[in-house]
């Protein structure tokens, strides 16, 4: 290839990929090209459920021994809530819930369901904290999100509390604090990507590292309130039908085309399952970081 050449095609890729050179907000979203949804994008139209009213089926439930997690409660599915309501602080009603039981591993049953599993729905979890496994489709001409389900890896050390990532008792390792987990993971249902891996520097519960913080930051909100503005809540509350099933939505690091989505949904012309991947940021090896007293924690494969 010439070297005018090489330098033209980013440009030409550019236009042909529809996006502007610019970056526009720090958040990260899913867009797409043709038959390929481009994750961690910072410009161009983003993939988004077609109305914002999502269910989401928890199947948590609580830990076996009754006995209270560190924050007092005794459900996961009641941190699992607080999450869901936090969101939709941000895009009023976004999300509704209900306890009933379906599959989170099949991508094309219709629900949008949390729970916790054994393994990555028969893949091995490695280090995987959680995963959000997202279905689109396309209604109306537009590419939409129509299915999401998120997996927490069950054979972690979990428990419920804010502030810093504390240390499970017993262990070497963390204790994951399931609602920061199922925040972050609904952020991706919303249609949000990690800011940090689309080359972005702010604070945010939504980059790719699980960390200390706790709760959305204003990055967080300003993604959300950007994916589902005010006048289009408005127009879908006007418009939407009662049953929102079918909805979903997710986030991820990898996309695998969509052989396991189920032929059945009609207005599926194209299925993705997306996959999303937390982990915890590498340690620079300085001592003055405490690096040697970190304890291994679970990672996100990249
Ligand atoms: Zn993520």
Redesign the pocket.
Known sequence: MSRHATRVLPLLLTAVLGLTPQLVQAFAFDTVVGPVVLQHQTAGSPVVWEAPRVTMHLNLGSPPNGAPLANGTTSWDTNAAEALALWNTVVPHFFTFDTTAHNPCDPGDGFNTVGFTPDHCGDGFGDVIAV?RKTYGQQAGRFVVTQADVVLNAQLCWDAYAGPLELCQGTLGYAIDLQRVVL??LG?VLGLE?PDEAGQSVAAL?N?YISDLDTLTPDDRLGAAFLYPQPSLAASAASAAPDSRGGGGG?GCTLRPGSDVDPTLGAVLLGLAVV???KRPPCSGKPSEGCAALPRVPRIHD
């Open positions: 959000t972050h993971e991706h990690h939504m790719r986030g999303c991947l937390w």
